[in-house]
């Protein structure tokens, strides 16, 4: 780096430079001053990078002394010192250790062979850092893919992975639930829990128990379980749905070393519609809905659980807040969009999302969220989320202002944790690449929420996330490219709404709004037409993020087509999207498992069958 600035992500609390520089030309060696067996993962991150730094085993040469002898330092926190005759990693447990490593390893990849002098003193604001990744809306990643997944956790210091389970676990005697989806086994789960355990993560079970039921209520022999008479996506709460999901966590639990579960209780719309509608009547929605949840804690804490759940449905009783256990819980108060005055909401979407218990507070931003499980003195995390899904190449301003908004009120209201979501509806189109910048800022607050400028990650993410910085720049710029369409969209980007509707159906309010402009979507497609022009190379995350591109500029000509009468015809729109599909199946090929391929192509084929035949 000719400026002489590290780049390090996150950034440091406390750096401090100093004369001289350690030269590793000659090799170097790795040596545990005490406690061996303790020091060993820490030992291994530090070896395979100074082995991809080209830096040779070399016993004589310069040492990278890891000690367990730092007791003085926060939960989590290192020292790492460089100096010309070598260099010295300390903490005070093995996680902290690994934080050292993995500081190192970015100095490795940064300045081998010649690393400069310093001194690091470093900690993290939140205890917990999580990253919840959605493995139920089709794409079920590849056993590599998530161990790969791990290590980039690793590397940022998060210290929590979650895959987000409604039916893709291979629950013994239910296959008709999960026989067409590539489910995770319970001995995948467990070589993922020792791989996760080496890198100091914890890999949390999340299973959701009570909304967002439908791929396995859709089942004849579970209708019976649903709050509607035809299956619906809710369970009826009561004692057939309680010891439904006691069954599964009979199954999916011995899985994990976590003493942690995430129980999921969100969007139960469904609940007061049918059988339960009487106990809603007479007790109230909210009520019901606790009750239940309660029941599944109680089983939980009795098999020495501690139980996450999403906190949309008791914040919009808030009266039943107080009456949440203070110990072993922790509600996770999740919000997608960036914060906004509650006046400036559209009315549109207060009127729908009104009828679902949403305030305009609640909309607003995680001020409406964090406060109330504070002062009710509930244990709480903030989940923002990447807003990769329902956008394709992502929607990078909108997942930046979600992320420091929590964050800073996460701080601010005394949270334990940060868990930042990753969802895939409507088929999880997207390829992961898009969600890499939002999860390294996410890491970098959680980490230090002082220390992370906006200005420092662009660099970052070129040098120790994406494989080039011009791939970090043009995931960066096609993130924004949403924003050149002049149209606004709750929880998507405008291009996927022209992909995903038909072509002659005016998109209603909450899903589009604001009047379509030729212009504006032509320079949509030319910004579209530049990143994709750029991302020519074989590498796999420019192909991904190509193919999402691609995809985002046939979802803006759709809009082009559909409201304005302009852009490509229907044979050169069924040409490129024929090569679309194709190249989909593909990609998701490369990374992720067949099982829900055919459902999240089904997006792609109806847009296509619109287009007639040749």
Known sequence: MSDGALRLWPPPRELRRAPGVLRLGRGAAVRAAADPAACAPARRVLEAALARAGVPPAEGGPAFRLALDA??????????????????????????????????????RERAPALPALEIRDWPDLARRGFMLDVSRDRVPTLGSLFALVETLASLKLNVLQLYVEHTFAYPGHEVVWRDASPLTPDEVRALDAHCRGLGVELVPNQNSFGHMERWLRHP???????????????????????????????LLPSFSSRRLHVGCDETFDLGAGRSAAACRERGRGRVYLDFLLRLVADLHGRGRHVEFWGDIVLQHPALIPELPREGVSADAWFYEAPQAPD?????????MARFGYTRELLSGFAGHAPQFAAAGIPFQVCPGTSSWNALVGRWSNARANV?????????????????????????????VVSLAPLALAAGLAWHGDGCPDAALEPALGTHVFPAPALARSAL???????ETGLESANAAPFFIGLRLPLDRPPPDLLLR???????LER???????????????????RD?????????????????????RGPDAAALRADLTELVATQRERWLASSRPGGLPDSVALLERALAEYGTA
């Open 71 to 108: 007791r003085d330092t926060p939960p989590e926190g290192y020292r790492l010192d460089v100096r010309e005759d070598g260099a010295e990693l300390r903490a005070g447990e093995p996680r902290g250790l690994l934080h050292a490593a993995q500081t190192a390893a970015q100095l490795l």
């Open 514 to 520: 604001g009047t379509p402009d030729a212009a504006k």
């Open 524 to 542: 949509t497609v030319e910004r579209l037409d530049a990143e994709i022009a750029r991302l020519a190379g074989d590498e796999p995350l420019a």
């Open 477 to 483: 710029a096609l993130g924004d490219a949403y924003l």
């Open 545 to 565: 993020l190509r193919q999402a591109a691609r995809l985002a500029r046939h979802g803006t000509w759709r809009l082009l087509r559909g409201r304005l009468g």
């Open 221 to 251: 022999a579970y209708r019976a379980l649903g709050e509607l008479e035809g299956g619906g996506h809710c369970l009826a709460p009561g004692d057939a749905a309680a010891r439904f999901m006691g069954s599964l966590y009979d199954a």
């Open 344 to 352: 400036a909401i559209p009315d549109a979407v207060a009127r729908v």
């Open 404 to 432: 420091r908004d929590a964050v800073d009120w996460g701080r601010r209201c005394g949270a334990e944790g940060m868990l930042l979501t990753d969802w895939g509806d409507n088929g999880h189109l997207q390829p992961f």
